[in-house]
Each structure stands twice: as C-alpha cells, then as structure tokens.
T-cell receptor, first 115, second 112 residues
Framework: DAGVIQSPRHEVTEMGQEVTLRCKPISGHNSLFWYRQTMMRGLELLIYFNNNVPIDDSGMPEDRFSAKMPNASFSTLKIQPSEPRDSAVYFC?????????????FGQGTRLTVV | QKEVEQNSGPLSVPEGAIASLNCTYSDRGSQSFFWYRQYSGKSPELIMSIYSNGDKEDGRFTAQLNKASQYVSLLIRDSQPSDSATYLCAAPVRDSSYKLIFGSGTRLLVRP
C-alpha cells in the first residue's frame, strides 16, 4: 500500500489567491482527517470525514476554508482567499474506524507559504 | 482544559538512559491512545497504541495506561540519538464524533 498521498508537497502562493490541497487516503479506510501544524498551535484538527461525510468541522478556522470528499479515495482542502497567517504544514490522515481501531496514518504533508 | 496535554520539553537524556514521556487526557470515555513520533520536517509516525490499563511493550518502547488517573506514558529504554524527535500523544475524543485529538508534543533530545 502506498500510504496516504498528499499533493502538492510544497505550495507558495500570493495573498488573496485560491489554494487547493489534495489527499488520497489509504484504500479501505473509512475516515479522513485534515490537520494543520504550526509551531505556535501544534497539530490542530480542522475537519473529520467518516464514510465521505463531514462529521465535525468545528476546527475549520473560518469561512475561507472548505473541504470536500466526493468519494472514498479523494479529498480536497481549499483556502479562498489565502492569507499569510494560513502558512503552515497541512496534513491529511486516514484511519479505519471500527471498535478500538482508530489508528490514523499520515501523509507527507503540504507545506503552504502565503506571501 | 485541553483535551490532551503534554509537557512541551525539551526532555534531555543521555544515550542509553530511559526516557519517560507523559500525557494526560480529559475525556473519561476515551478507549484508545496512541503515541506518534515526528522528526523535524517529517510527518507524524505511529509507534505505539494502547487500549487497556497496564503496560504494553514493543521492543525498546513501553506504553503505560492508567484510565483511573487519565494518564498515559511512553518509556523508551536504551535511548539512542536517533530517538531525538517530538513525541505526540493522541486520543479519540467523543463529543459529537470520535475525532482524534493530539497533544502539543514533547521534544526529546538524546545526548550522545
């Protein structure tokens, strides 16, 4: 298995531009998480999908952020318009939630820089 | 109160010593707990999971869980410089869903 695949690995964009981050979860996993990591705030959960349905988006910082999961093998996180304070590493993780098994596996992350 | 709390460190230990990393959690309903290791510039990597009270050993790593005290720890025996990383504790927290929440991480430095 290739693991969780994220793209792009690095993104540099200008303030005000739209940014789309992509994630392919591990095949067979039914839950997908988007996290943001900064030095100041650590690893923050932005949104959580289960069976392609958004279950909890309370971590999404504001309306500029949106996430979709159109099918079990693909998810996007979009920021429009982007701002310098959005600069961070964004991780996608997937897991098979069933009983005790909520072990999540992470992608390599997307390092976003907004200038 | 944060849902999952860790001391940010850094925790500095000499090579060969035992490193002890601690984590507390607020949701008494949490049933499973995870330790991740994150090297600088890399993504978190799952190294241990524990579901029952007591100890679970895997090589040089031992996870300890005390549900009554809402406390989970990770012991690293015979610490090596390659163990130097940030260690993240995680637990699924149930409010409207079982979302996986991470502590802020403890930075471990193993001195040669």
């Amino acid at each position: 298995d290739a693991g969780v695949i994220q793209s792009p690995r690095h993104e540099v964009t200008e303030m005000g531009q739209e940014v789309t981050l992509r994630c392919k979860p591990i095949s067979g996993h039914n839950s997908l998480f988007w996290y943001r990591q900064t030095m100041m705030r650590g690893l923050e959960l932005l949104i959580y999908f289960n069976n392609n349905v958004p279950i909890d988006d309370s971590g999404m910082p504001e309306d500029r952020f949106s996430a979709k999961m159109p099918n079990a093998s693909f998810s996007t996180l979009k920021i429009q318009p982007s701002e310098p304070r959005d600069s961070a590493v964004y991780f996608c993780a997937s897991s098979l939630v069933g009983g005790k098994n909520t072990e999540a596996f992470f992608g390599q992350g997307t390092r976003l820089t907004v200038v | 109160q944060k849902e999952v709390e860790q001391n940010s460190g850094p925790l500095s230990v000499p090579e060969g010593a035992i490193a002890s990393l601690n984590c507390t959690y607020s949701d008494r309903g949490s049933q499973s707990f995870f330790w991740y290791r994150q090297y600088s510039g890399k993504s978190p990597e799952l190294i241990m999971s524990i579901y029952s009270n007591g100890d679970k050993e895997d090589g040089r790593f031992t996870a300890q869980l005390n549900k009554a005290s809402q406390y989970v720890s990770l012991l690293i025996r015979d610490s090596q410089p390659s163990d130097s990383a940030t260690y993240l504790c995680a637990a699924p927290v149930r409010d409207s869903s079982y979302k996986l929440i991470f502590g802020s991480g403890t930075r471990l430095l193993v001195r040669p």
